[in-house]
């Protein structure tokens, strides 16, 4: 049965940052009326003066904004929205929130709430793609009962071992245990992480994988059975079990390899119907296995490589599909995109790097951001920004395209000589300690990589020059005295250090006063 759905008319963005932007710019370019749902503290920015109405959700904290769904169903309702966007994170894979939005009588920009119980769920996932015979990363698809079932998974998996939470997300809620004797403690601080951040403390256990990548295949569903399948990512660079910095194609694939991928991804969700954009997560083992790892029932974070290489406005495809519009056909051969070049996304966090990632919040007292071909940033910040503790500390996404790898790379490394961003650290640095690492460029790095770089003394330090290094040292010193001072000589050092040279403040983000 063809079912002819109403066009998408007014759409209510329930989310902020770079994704409400980039999911506000594709409704307008569509001729759609765009709603802005936003909390107390995010009354400003360039999604909030592009939207065609705002709407307060209620105060900075998540759980009265973001994450309330009595607030966002209200402000829809009050807005005249037929339709709303969830974005990423918050509330977007939550099979409450789109049976709510369905049931208010709106459409839910994702997918149904059947899809999101059936794959959005670790655990249930992992049981429905074990009945397809997909091969999963080696462990058991029940809940963890009690500390004598994790035992006996360790048993039969060995160690390392991974006790993650079934609702688990962002890397947290994960424990690896390298030993017998720290089964009991891991499970136990696993179990009360996981209830804390997620109100949920399912657990299960699986096969730590040392030197896998992470690849993934991103999917775009009709809802009627039609699916697109687009070449993978590869998202290997991560820092606490988080995505840092994402590539398409992945680099060490064959085109065999890369088919048998998709069809893995083909055959795990071909009887789903599922609708919308999602993600079949896999990690690539060293052997040359692929594991399913997870689902997500959601556009993600690095989407935009995708689009940079096939050309798609996922987006823009996501609404037309909920429209109606059917996807050609469900045969795998043609739901596989075609692609040209290659894309990598690097994530820019206002995150202390050289601090075990610990989040920077502030003002940001300068933002230059850079462009040219193929060089393109996802961000809602400017000069003049606050980065608040409230949520997540993603700053900028800076992605790049090139006819191939190298000029994908080539582009990244003028990209950051080009950007500039104070006021709060970054994760910069990073980025120029990988884009210097031949390895990188060999594309030889695991899951595991980065971390074991990271742990290298001198991995993030930036090549000095002698104008530099005064400066830089200048800055790591003025850090070390601050220590000593009262809060208010410190506010006045701080005046002073803003209106001295540049690299005096790099000084102070790279601590350098103690190594010259
Ligand atoms: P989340 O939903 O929190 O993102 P995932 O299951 O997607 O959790 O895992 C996040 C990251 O943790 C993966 O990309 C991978 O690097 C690492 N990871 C997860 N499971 C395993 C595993 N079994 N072995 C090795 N690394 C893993």
């Given amino acids: 049965m063809n079912l002819v759905q109403p066009k998408i008319k007014r759409v209510m963005v329930a989310n902020r940052g770079e994704i ?91 997918p149904t709430p ?32 009690d500390l004598s079932s994790v035992e006996s998974i360790a048993d039969s998996v060995g160690f390392p071992l991974l006790i993650k939470a079934a609702a688990g997300g962002g890397g947290k809620g994960m424990r690896v245990v390298e030993r017998k004797e720290d089964l009991e403690s891991a499970f136990r601080l696993a179990q009360s992480e996981a209830l804390n951040a997620f109100g949920d403390g399912t657990l299960f256990a699986e096969k730590y994988l040392i030197r896998a990548r992470h690849v993934e295949v991103q999917v775009l569903g009709d809802g009627q059975g039609g699916l697109r399948l687009f070449p993978e990512r590869d998202c290997s660079p991560q820092r606490r079990h988080q995505k840092l910095l994402e590539e398409t194609p992945c680099p060490v694939l064959s085109n065999e390899q ?4 998709l069809k ?32 997500n029932t959601r556009l993600q974070v690095e989407h935009p490589i995708t689009e940079s290489i096939t050309g798609f406005d996922l987006v823009q495809e996501q609404i037309e599909i909920t429209e109606g519009k059917k996807l050609p056909t469900n045969d795998f051969e043609k739901s596989v995109t075609p692609y040209s070049g290659s894309s990598i996304e690097f994530r ?39 980065i608040t503790p409230y949520y997540d500390s993603l700053v900028a996404k800076l992605i790049v395209v090139g006819q191939d790898r190298v000029q994908a790379t080539s582009r990244l490394q003028v990209a950051l000589e080009e950007i500039k961003i104070s006021g ?74 803003n209106q001295v040279s540049p690299w005096v403040q790099l000084g102070r983000q790279f601590n350098l006063g103690g190594r010259l």
């Fill in 114 to 145: 059947q899809n999101i119980q059936q794959l959005g769920d670790k655990v249930q996932a992992r049981q429905a793609l074990t009945k397809l015979k997909i091969p999963i990363v080696p462990g058991d698809s029940e809940a963890i009962a």
């Fill in 264 to 295: 893995l991804a083909h055959s795990s969700l071909k009887d789903f119907n599922y609708r919308g954009p999602g993600t079949l997560e896999f990690l690539y083992a060293e052997t040359g296995e692929f594991y399913f790892l997870e689902m």
């Fill in 258 to 261: 890369r088919e048998e991928l």
């Fill in 348 to 386: 820019i966090n206002a995150e202390d790097p050289y601090t075990n990632f610990l989040p920077s919040t502030g003002t940001i007292t300068e933002a230059h951001y850079p462009g040219g071909p193929g060089v393109r940033v996802d961000t809602a910040s400017h000069q003049g920004s606050s």
């Fill in 424 to 497: 709060v650290l970054t994760t910069l640095p990073v980025l120029k300690a990988i884009l210097d690492d031949p390895e990188f460029h060999e594309g030889k790095y695991h899951i595991q990589s980065l971390e074991e770089k990271l742990k290298q003394p001198d991995y993030l330090t930036p090549t000095p020059t002698p104008e530099l290094e005064l400066a830089l040292a200048l800055g790591g010193i003025l850090n070390q005295q601050n220590q000593k001072r009262s809060p208010s000589q410190n506010r006045n050092t701080e005046e002073a250090v």
């Fill in 20 to 110: 409400a932007l980039r999911i506000l710019r594709t409704c307008k370019a569509m001729g759609i009326h765009t709603i802005l749902a936003h909390s107390s503290v995010d009354a400003e920015g360039p999604g909030f003066d592009l939207a065609d109405t705002t709407i307060c959700l209620g105060p900075p904290e998540a759980l009265k904004s973001y994450l309330s769904i009595d607030a966002i169903i209200a402000a829809a309702k009050k807005t005249g929205a037929d339709a709303i966007h969830p974005g990423y994170g918050f509330l977007s894979e939550r099979r409450a929130f789109s049976q709510a939005v369905e049931d208010a009588g709106i459409t839910f920009l994702g």
